[in-house]
């Protein structure tokens, strides 16, 4: 019994979440309440509340569940006994850019974060969020391209804060045209381009003594 009252409170933690994806995609996270949450699932307001704090509790729990497929992933290529680090962040860098291209829910998260997330005073917990996420991206790319200078493959001059800047710049940017401009871009193509050129320029482009 108890273990089925376990999968059922997880069923239903998801049915939450996935009526939260839809209502935040539709409303905007600003305009979106906890009964539009509870509504969209066909629960109660207290259902809510018995597995969420509040809305950005929801919001995070949403994505989150988006990143737990992909930290065996990281966890591989940021491993200092990776013999290719960056071969390792090549494949996984496209195949991110392919599940975002094809993947609908990630796609709609995508577009929640992007477009739909409002940077206001009330959301400032879920912009926290995007700051975390971008710090602890940053760590586990710098953590890459260490061993990959240590390695080698690329060189001891190479200033691995900028090489990891412009990488969000460029796939931040290019997911966010795709987005904003839909149908205007093949955007696995491009992504595709997007990495090839990036890494290329880490040879050249990222040097300590660079300041051009």
């Known amino acids: 019994m108890a273990r089925r009252t376990k999968e059922d409170a997880q069923k239903t933690r998801e049915q939450l979440l996935d009526a939260a994806e839809m209502v935040f995609h539709h409303k905007g996270v600003s305009k979106t309440s906890l009964n539009d949450i509870a509504a969209e699932a066909g629960l109660t307001r207290g259902a809510v509340y018995w597995h969420f704090k509040n809305k950005h509790d929801v919001f995070v729990a949403m994505l989150e569940r988006q990143d737990l497929p992909l930290e065996t992933l990281h966890k591989a290529i940021e491993s200092p006994d990776e013999e290719d680090p960056l071969g390792r962040m090549s494949e996984f860098l496209r195949y991110l850019m392919r599940e975002i291209a094809n993947d609908p829910k990630r796609r709609r998260v995508f577009e929640i974060l992007f477009l739909k997330c409002e940077m206001t005073e009330e959301n400032e917990p ?63 193509g491009e992504a595709d381009r997007v990495i090839d050129a990036y890494f290329n320029s880490l040879q050249h482009c990222f040097g300590g003594d660079d300041h051009s």
Do not use: C
């Open 126 to 188: 879920l912009i926290a969020r995007h700051r975390k996420g971008f710090l602890d991206s940053s760590g586990r790319m710098r953590k890459v391209l260490a061993n990959a200078v240590g390695r080698g493959q690329l060189p001891e001059s190479l200033d691995i804060d900028r090489a990891i800047l412009h990488l969000h710049v460029q796939l931040t940017g290019l997911i966010y045209l795709w987005l904003l401009l839909p149908g205007e871009l093949n955007f696995e």
